[in-house]
């Protein structure tokens, strides 16, 4: 069902779950209190993560209407965040600091 999707970031706070085929927003996260700067979906496309300006990094429920499930305090601007191959940990960078998240335990695993 996901690979109908893709994701897309912008300045103006928002994470767009856009339709492939369409081209059209088919739900707007707007839950950041900064520009949104990276975003990417887990390979079991059941869940999207984003970072911000905000200095957060957080998780979405794709298959319930983009819910939060859960938000990571990173410390200063997040500008990268990744999905491990086996959706398990996240990986998140500032311009000084690269944190590791446990996935299941919602935690920094690097500390």
Same mark, same amino acid.
């Given at each position: 069902m996901m690979d109908l999707f893709f994701? *897309? @970031?912008s300045k %103006?706070?928002? @994470?767009q779950l856009m339709n492939k %085929?369409?081209?059209r927003s088919v739900e707007t996260i707007n839950r950041h209190e900064g520009d949104v700067n990276g975003c990417d979906m887990a390979n079991l496309a059941d869940s999207l993560i984003s970072c911000s300006d905000d200095e957060t990094v957080r998780?979405? %429920?794709i298959n319930n209407h983009c819910r939060e499930s859960w938000?990571?305090?990173h410390g200063s601007e997040v500008y990268g965040c *990744?999905? *491990?191959p086996d959706d398990k940990t996240i990986i998140t960078c500032s311009l000084n600091e /690269?944190? /590791?998240?446990d996935v299941n335990q919602k935690k920094k695993s690097n500390n």
């Open positions: 994701a *897309s @970031v %103006d706070q928002t @994470v %085929d369409t081209r998780m979405w %429920d938000k990571g305090e *990744s999905f *491990s /690269i944190n /590791i998240w």
